[in-house]
């Protein structure tokens, strides 16, 4: 394991020689694949429903939000009990893990792998083309349908948004590609971990679940553990919260539905339990500016981006020390 | 032409406890079709993937066309051609896609590229299918074309793991076809082969695995002097005479051994088929076939692990 870092450290050439190759064939293959073009038809779907009623609901119903644009996106309208970014929430993962669960096993297994690694480039470039193909491929999809909402916004509302809810609302595209980005990565490390592709699919898709199913249960189990039997005071009950929070935002879907939260709903100025110290001069219901939204839910942005980061790293280092020997 | 292409130097490779190779020493000049043989799991593979940088060396050097390929694995794979056994193309592009992303790998020109594209099918005999998708390809097919990436590269050494496993005798002619093409192209070829006879009809050397070691290394002729003792083997079929006696007469005959009815196998210390023909001719025989025997590889091979089995 010392030999590999030093043996990196006295390499020559750069690692990324090669990478725009790999990068365009990736992005082309994923740009013509039948699966692309399901995963973009599973998205349509899950995405135009909520927003059809959203829209529905907003041209009955005065709203009196000044950012009537950002409530296409945030609405829970009754008849489908779910909003647009509730179903983002769900959906990004599962096209990320789409993307990415074969990316570097399927080329064990087509027996590509040593073929094209015997040419002048190094398992970096090879790695990071496909990941920074998957996420442009995912990022195309993304703001394809964004436009598809905002087009349907403009024509049936017949409002123009506002510059300040375009710019909450690229912001919010900002956030989704690198909450994409963090289950790509999940997706292409268990592609690195597993030969077999319906396992590494299997994987991803069981931590998904996890972390939507369990994981909010299982961080409620543990803090009613920790927790005191009797809240006494204010602060013991602001550190409890503290604990649940903490856990709750492990969960990659925790910290995107927060930093939407603060994106899309301006009227948000707080995203833990608020104090009635904080609440002092502020009026309710009054919007945050975009900076002061940006501030709070910057957290948050930086904890899917680091998050993203440290797995690709894992699924880098794991594929750096693989044989490629089949 | 004699100059050295590659150079192993107690290369080493271990994994855990299992010593894959052990230290071996070879050189490979330009232009000669090297052969590594041996049983599966006998370090070939291995091997190559250190001389390609594919896999860490444990100790000791390789030396290829000048370069480390532990430390410049790029150079040394811009210059190297590899055929990995049982070699994979992406399914759903055609030929010309595969062979495309390859040289845009390499950074050859556009244009350029769809040139030696062109030419590199057209000598493996697969110009016909240059828009086929890969898919559609058998095995024999997705061997050429591994060869025609190689052509392509303009490779100065072409590794080929396995070449012709797996192929029916037709399309293993063709392939070795294409491999003594490149040889004469002036590449250096290094194949890795368990199957003896046809690795025999192409190699100008070979060096034989055992559990990661090389037990022997030379000329197909070499080997067999080496292991089955020196020895001109000759087949003689012949009636009308006393045949057995004749052959024993003549001068330099070590053994002769019946083969069947009117066939004998003579183990001479030089070349006596002129001695025998003369003979047997003037004796009065019909002498139907005389036959040098060259010595088979595989046979060397038996012997040699017959007896490496008894030894150990």
Redesign the interface.
């Known amino acids: 394991m010392r030999?590999?870092d030093s043996?990196a450290a006295?390499?020559?050439?750069s690692p990324f020689?090669?990478l725009?190759?790999?990068f365009?064939?990736e992005l082309s293959?994923h740009l013509s694949s039948v699966r692309m073009m399901v995963l973009t038809l599973f998205v349509l779907a899950f995405g135009a429903f909520p927003v059809a009623s959203s829209l529905q609901t907003l041209r009955t119903v005065v709203d009196p939000n000044s950012f009537l644009f950002l409530r296409i996106f945030t609405l829970e309208p009754e008849q489908v009990g779910i909003s647009f970014i509730a179903a983002l929430n769900f959906i990004i993962p599962l096209m990320a893990i789409g993307l990415g669960f074969d990316s570097v096993n399927s080329e064990f297994n087509?027996?590509?792998l040593?073929?094209?690694?015997?040419?002048?480039?190094?398992r970096d470039a090879l790695l990071l083309g496909k990941f920074l193909a998957g996420l442009t491929t995912f990022a195309v999809a993304l703001v394809a349908l964004w436009l598809i909402v905002v087009g349907a916004g403009l024509l049936l509302l017949g409002v123009p948004p506002r510059g300040v809810e375009v710019a909450r609302g690229l912001g919010f595209l900002v956030v989704s590609v690198a909450y994409g980005g963090v289950w790509l990565a999940i997706a292409m490390l268990f592609s690195v971990l597993f030969r077999s592709t319906a396992t590494s699919a299997l994987c991803a898709l069981g931590l998904w679940l996890f972390f939507f199913l369990l994981w909010p249960q299982l961080a409620s189990a543990v803090v009613s553990g920790v927790a005191p039997s009797e809240i006494r005071s204010l602060e013991e009950y602001a550190a409890v919260q503290d604990i649940a929070m903490g856990l709750m935002r492990f969960s990659p879907g925790t910290l995107f539905s927060e930093a939407v939260l603060g994106l899309l709903s301006p009227e948000t100025r707080t995203l833990g339990p608020m104090l009635p110290a904080q609440m002092r001069g502020a009026i309710m219901g009054a919007p945050l500016p975009f900076d002061q939204s940006l501030l709070m839910i910057w957290p948050q942005i930086t904890g899917l981006v680091a998050g993203m980061v440290v797995v690709f790293a894992a699924a880098y280092v794991i594929f750096q020390r693989e044989?490629?020997?089949? | 032409m004699a100059d050295t292409v590659i150079e192993a130097r107690g290369l080493t490779k271990v994994y855990g406890s299992h010593r894959a190779v052990d230290a071996i020493d070879f050189s490979i000049r330009r232009g000669e079709i090297f052969g590594l043989l041996g049983p599966n799991g006998a370090g070939k593979t291995t091997t190559i993937l250190m001389m390609l940088g594919l896999t860490e060396t444990s100790g000791g050097s390789v030396d290829v066309l000048g370069f480390d390929p532990v430390r410049q694995p790029l150079e040394v794979k811009r210059r190297v051609g590899y055929l990995p056994d049982a070699v994979g193309f992406y399914d759903h592009l055609t030929a010309r896609e595969n062979l495309r992303y390859t040289a845009r790998l390499l950074a050859i020109p556009r244009r350029e590229a769809e040139t030696r594209i062109a030419e590199a099918m057209e000598s493996v005999k697969l110009a016909d299918v240059l828009d086929k998708r890969v898919a559609t390809f058998s095995r024999g097919m997705r061997q050429r074309l591994g060869i025609a990436e190689i052509v392509m590269k303009r490779a100065e050494v072409a590794i080929l793991d396995e070449p012709t496993s797996g192929l029916d005798p037709h399309s293993t002619f063709e392939l070795l076809e294409m491999i003594r093409g490149l040889k004469r192209a002036g590449v250096a070829v290094l194949l890795s082969s368990h199957l003896l006879d046809r690795v025999q009809s192409v190699c100008d050397r070979v060096a034989l695995f055992n559990k990661g070691r090389i037990a022997l290394m030379g000329t197909v002729v070499e080997l067999a002097n080496q292991v089955l003792g020196a020895g001109h083997p000759i087949l003689v079929e012949a009636t009308g005479a006393d045949v057995a006696g004749i052959l024993r007469e003549v001068e330099g005959v070590q053994t002769v051994v019946p083969e069947g009815e009117g066939a004998w196998r003579v183990v001479a210390d030089r070349d006596v088929r002129a001695a025998v023909a003369h003979r047997i001719v003037t004796a009065g025989g019909a002498l139907t076939r005389l036959a040098d025997l060259q010595p088979s590889l595989e046979e060397v091979y038996t012997r040699y692990f017959e007896e490496a089995r008894r030894a150990a």
């Open positions: 030999r590999n043996r006295r390499r020559q050439g020689t090669g725009g190759p790999v365009m064939k293959d087509r027996r590509t040593s073929r094209v690694l015997s040419q002048p480039i190094y044989e490629v020997r089949a």
